[in-house]
């Protein structure tokens, strides 16, 4: 094998720098939610099959990674299927799907919440609620790769299962804000509710169709209000509504005006007053905790999952143009699907590869989350190595991340071997320094070099860092 | 779906507890490996089919966890094996494995060690030599799942590569030293040469298989001196060379003793000769450090791995019995597999769900890797949660972990909460305390209460804590 050997098409390889600018932003938010009080928990890259099939729509399902049974799974094809198969060939692509679930057993988990619900189903009797758990694992999707669109990415969710206290979602409005605050990110919070959704939907005279409603609804940045309203048309909304809508929906005005607004249409929809309390209630909440971010009410927001009950939240970016970079809602049934009903959640989800990206094109990775070894003492020999050690140990014992260059190469070399791993500190003991209790300590980004007395290398190390 | 939910056999949910335990041994691992320069990296969980096959021979191959090929898989499959299955049920054990090329070009990675020579030879152009790299990541094997043994586990991988100096293995001495020594586990170092093995080979008249020669050492502790003896006779050893072999690898004597003999034995081999001298040039290095754990020279340590080529090394606990904790050895070829020929790299692994048995049955985890929220406020209703957030705030300001109870339910539920969860502190502001501006603090493990100014609780949470 002469070639270049290569990784699946959608999947990546993160070197030393990705991977420290990636646990930066994992570390930034795992710290955050455990300040909170969410636990962590991990669930197996493997589920069974029938955990995930169903859960995602028609489209959802086939972009699930199935795994093939080992051993010998083509004794599982039955023969029927086979004489098709030989038979008809062009009717491989129906057959493929019948087959699929013969030879295959186990699929990779596609996102983080239904395994979540399993989880929680399955360990009802050991978990005590309210449940505030968080995941960071990778999930895989057969999507056609793109820019930006892998086939496998890290998502970090984090879910308060068992309680139904608008308290939660206050308490995630704040994480949200804590997370990119030490970021440094500007970010924008938006902010609806399924419950105004439908209440919406009902006084337009569309309460049996709520999806129709918001679909129209979701499309408004793309399509402009001239075009959803003349969907809405179509679908029967009468003028006097679509009239008392326009206003509502516009991104203009503040958050009040827009609850004042949907007060007057709202006033005969049961759902949708308990939406809008549901709505004052949390911003009430919220306003106490002062946050950096601004919150918007923007009642486009449907963020296409079916499962919300309540609150929907999305997250954009205000330093780049960017899809949400976070998002989530809350649900009142997610482990119902296999058979615990009522158990009411809120959770949401960060999307740490855009927040990779954010970060990166405004360059404000840290300087700390892009160094990896912060010393290096040089190799001029085993007698001098023999020096090195001891005071390379006393430098780590302040956790002060060091090494030494294991062999005694040119000096060039080892200095450019720093360069290229961006050490910041080099420290030279030849024969001279050996002979004379010093360490030459160079500072790289300088060029600045100085003798410090063997005994306060730590220290004077400790001051440089 | 009524039934309880389930997981595929082999594989394991990780609740909160044993989480935090095993993101301990990981964080532990990790910070270790990061003092002495190791960079992170992280490969895909899906390699390329053939990426992986033919690596791990014929037994391993069938272990490797295969991908379906998303989308019309079966147009894959050529009518002819089809015919042959429809004709043939009785040969689908061979056809499954025909198939599996067809309708399969992915799979999860089997362990750490062929993804990271993938990497190397495919970034040979980016990489800096040396290349100091740790990878923590989970592999997927399709073994009979049983005690101990998982089909998903994490491996916890260290390797110096395109560097030969023996101050790298020295090093990882001292890395399995400071690992276990923060785990507080007592362990054993074991440590053997490739090159002594083929020299004891080649001085008994079986240079030419190695691999024979050691197979039957390695079973010593198993079968016992008398069989391997036997054995040895039959593959043609002579009696003379048996009885100069059976004191060196005997576990019995010093290290300089079995040194002694083994100069006696192998003084007209020199791949032997060389393995005394790596031997004997690591010794002196290891010396230096004044390790904890006592490191001894086992002859009969092999590691079954054909890859290694210099030192072998081995970690045993001496607190409980139990398979090794931790392996590696020096490779001169790693990457050859890959068509990148002669770099020479060294390296260790740590079986991180070892180690956590280890530690689970003598009771080793501390404290703080067992417990989660730090501090519960409980909930007295919404008045009295608008005084507790920003005294919360200021607790987590100082990194405790602290969380408010959602609901205002009974105090004893939450009190029971804070219980289940093995909160050690609870903090109670009901009315009165709110008119008095003092917080009702209660240890957990003791029972103990006092009150405390709003003005100090921060500090004085910190002093308990």
């Known amino acids: 094998m002469n070639q270049k050997p290569s990784i699946p098409k959608g999947t990546r390889d993160f070197g030393p720098l990705p991977m420290m600018r990636r646990n930066y932003i994992f570390n930034t938010i795992r710290s955050v939610f455990q300040l909170y009080g969410y636990l962590p928990i991990e669930t197996p890259a493997m589920e069974n099959l029938d955990t995930l099939m169903g859960k995602y729509g028609d489209e959802g399902d086939k972009l699930v990674f199935k795994i093939l049974n080992s051993g010998d799974f083509a004794s599982g094809i039955g023969e029927e299927q086979l004489q098709k198969l030989v038979e008809h060939p062009e009717s491989s692509p129906l057959i493929s799907r019948v087959l699929a679930s013969r030879i295959s057993e186990k699929a990779l988990r596609y996102d983080l919440t239904v395994p979540f619900a399993r989880f929680v189903t399955q360990h009802r009797d050991e978990i005590v609620f309210p449940f505030k758990r968080f995941q960071i694992q990778p999930v895989w999707r057969a999507d056609r790769p793109q820019k930006g669109r892998y086939r496998e990415f890290y998502q970090c969710d984090v879910d308060v299962i068992g309680s139904d206290s608008l308290l939660n979602e206050a308490e995630l409005f704040k994480i949200i804000d804590e997370v990119f605050c030490k970021l440094g990110l500007r970010v924008i919070i938006k902010i ?264 306060e290398l730590a220290t004077e190390i400790l001051k440089i860092i």
Chains 1, 2 share one sequence.
């Open 192 to 455: 609806n509710n399924r419950k105004i959704l439908a209440g919406l939907a009902e006084a337009s005279g569309l309460a049996a169709n709520v999806t129709d409603f918001t679909v129209t609804l979701d499309k408004l940045d793309k399509i402009g209000i001239d075009q959803v309203k003349k969907e809405w048309v179509s679908r029967g909304i009468s003028d006097e509504s679509i009239e008392k809508l326009t206003p509502i929906i516009s991104k203009a005005g503040s958050n009040n005006e827009k609850i004042t607004g949907l007060k007057d249409f709202l006033h005969a929809s049961a759902i949708g007053l308990k939406g809008i309390q549901e709505l004052e209630t949390l911003f009430n909440l919220i306003q106490k905790f002062k946050l950096t971010a601004p919150v918007e009410l923007d009642l486009t927001l449907a963020r296409g999952l079916n499962y919300y009950t309540g609150a929907i939240i999305e997250v954009k970016s205000l330093d780049i143009q960017i899809g949400s970079i976070c998002g989530g809602g809350r649900y009142d049934d997610l482990t119902g699907i296999f058979g615990m009903p009522g158990v009411s959640g809120v959770g949401i989800s960060f999307g740490a590869d855009r927040v990779y990206d954010v970060l990166d094109q405004i360059n404000a990775f840290p300087a700390f989350a892009q160094t990896g070894t912060q010393v290096l003492f040089l190799n001029f020999g085993l007698d001098e190595v023999a020096v090195c050690q001891p005071l390379a140990d006393s430098i780590r014992a302040n956790g002060v991340r060091c090494e030494l260059y294991p062999d005694p190469v040119k000096i060039k070399k080892q200095l450019q071997y720093a360069d290229q791993n961006h050490i910041p500190v080099v420290v030279m003991i030849g024969e001279t320094e050996r002979n004379i209790s010093k360490a030459l300590v160079k500072i790289m980004s300088t060029g600045e070099q100085k003798n410090v007395d063997f005994s």
